[in-house]
């Protein structure tokens, strides 16, 4: 027997054995109707309610007072209005996955082509890393902070990384059971918290009136926080029922986003408002001369003890669903990248997702406000593009009174093949061209554009309305040329 042989093999027990266990093997391969049999829709809400009520939308809220100098009114109008926006897709392309069994990027081939999809693969896999590299730091930064120093930061780090790698193996089944309960826990510790520092939360540093530079660029780092789910919402529905109602769906899964993300980023501008007044706050938040999330968290549980540290640790631990949501759809991005890598099954891309974000955080760990303030901002200028040709093909390309009207317009079959996908072309060139109007409507740390400076980052928005133009008419060009969809 070859040695190569002998390996796959091996390889195909250990996958057998981990099916008995409950662990999915699944990668890009659409899931057939008759195994899309899943009836329990609420879990949506609960996936993305318990992946969002975390410490990182704590920390994305601190952002409006402590980096665009916002009072706490005004950074929660903001944070309201465009959470209640940036909600919407990632909501609507949920509803998707019952109707398809596609996961999201795999659909994205309907526009962007077999090969084309490649590019927003490798600018979604940058923006899932980034994410999951901002949640270790923060989760390794918070429970490093209970241990007096004690405990680095970097084996913080290591003990979220492992907690979430396990979540991610196991694939669908025990990630929807873990985040089902894993909210629970955390609103305990921020309730208590709240409770406690309650009475300084009336009281915030005075700040300047709102400008429209500082309003539009702290929007632009909200909507960077959760348009991103739209290149994976349906990464998660696509084994439930096709009868599904889209509209149950599709609240379900708004509500997961919107209830935890605006209400966690409201109380991080609340209390980032009152914490340079409140000395032990303070303190907790500059801890080693920097911003330290998870001393301010601490800080503000300290009053009750032990109980108190035993509450950072439990809000430590909320970012690991995060996390282990995000591994799961890394995992399918990259049989995306590198078709090839479509027989391998999707557990052992969990292990590569912790090998490459382990060290980056460690690395990384004592620039988080920065890189936080940065990321968030410039990610949600191509997850704008995204959303607009997909959902351009999605209404204007893909008739419903045809042979395929059951599965939305889309001919399932083309799924893996070049030839009778869309070039792709128009797409990429879409995206590409519109970046030569959203880098002069810039306004961050990096870089800030000429329209930028007096309008504040308009990016995302100029880059969806652009793009969708563009498209419409480079993809009818297409269709003209070929003859086909």
Excluded at 215 to 228: D, E, H, M, Q, R
Excluded at 387 to 413: C, K, Q, W
Aim: charged share 10%; glycine share 8%; net charge neutral.
């Amino acid at each position: 027997m070859l040695p190569s042989a002998g390996i796959s093999k091996m390889g195909n027990a250990l996958t057998k054995r981990l099916l008995t266990w409950g662990v999915e093997t699944r990668g890009i391969l659409p899931v057939p109707p008759e195994e899309r049999t899943d009836t329990q829709f609420f879990k949506i809400f609960f996936l993305w309610f318990s992946t969002n009520f975390n410490i990182l939308s704590f920390s994305a809220g601190t952002l409006g007072p402590a980096a665009f100098g916002l009072s706490t009114r005004d950074s929660c109008l903001v944070i309201l209005f465009f959470n209640m926006l940036c909600c919407l897709p990632p909501a609507y392309l949920a509803t998707w996955g019952p109707k398809l069994g596609l996961r999201q990027m795999v659909q994205a081939r309907f526009s962007f082509g077999y090969f084309g999809v490649i590019i927003p693969c490798i600018l979604n896999l940058i923006g899932m890393f980034g994410f999951s590299v901002l949640n270790s730091i923060l989760g390794g930064q918070t429970l490093a902070s209970v241990t007096d120093g004690n405990l680095s930061w970097t084996v913080g780090i290591v003990v979220i990384a492992i907690i979430s790698l396990f979540l991610s193996f196991c694939g669908y089944t025990v990630l929807n059971w873990y985040e089902r309960l894993a909210w629970i826990p955390v609103l305990v510790s921020f309730l208590v918290a709240l409770g406690l520092g309650g009475e300084h939360l009336s009281t915030t540093v005075p700040t300047e009136p709102a400008t429209a530079v500082a309003v539009f660029s702290f929007a632009s780092v909200i909507a960077g926080f959760v348009i991103t789910y739209s290149s994976l919402a349906s990464d998660f529905t696509s084994y439930y029922r096709p009868d599904v109602s889209s509209l149950k769906i599709a609240l379900y899964a708004y509500l997961g986003y919107l209830l935890p993300i605006a209400s966690l980023q409201c109380l991080g501008a609340a209390v980032a408002s009152s914490a340079p007044l409140v000395p032990a706050w303070e303190a907790g938040w500059n801890l080693g001369s920097q911003s330290n999330v998870g001393g301010l968290l601490n800080a503000m549980l300290s009053p009750v003890g032990n109980f108190g540290k035993f509450l950072t640790v439990l809000l430590s631990l909320s970012v690991t669903g995060n996390i282990a949501a995000t591994f799961y759809s890394i995992s399918f991005n990259i049989q995306l990248f590198i078709p090839t890598l479509v027989v391998v099954p999707r557990y052992v891309f969990s292990l590569v997702s912790i090998a490459i974000v382990l060290p980056l955080s460690i690395v990384g760990s004592h620039r988080f406000y920065d890189t936080l303030e940065n990321f968030l901002a410039l990610i949600g200028y191509w997850a704008s593009d995204y959303i607009a040709v997909v959902l351009v093909e999605h209404f204007v390309f893909r008739p419903r009174n045809t042979l395929y009207s059951s599965t939305m317009g889309y001919d399932l079959t083309q799924w893996n093949n070049p030839r009778l996908l869309p070039t792709g072309i128009p797409a990429v060139t879409a995206g590409v061209l519109t970046f030569g109007l959203v880098i002069p409507c810039m306004s961050q740390a990096l870089f800030v554009g000429p329209i930028g400076e007096k309008t504040g980052d308009i990016g995302f928005e100029v880059a969806s309305v652009l793009c969708a133009v563009l498209y419409l008419w480079l993809r009818t060009v297409e269709v003209w040329w070929r003859g086909v969809i």
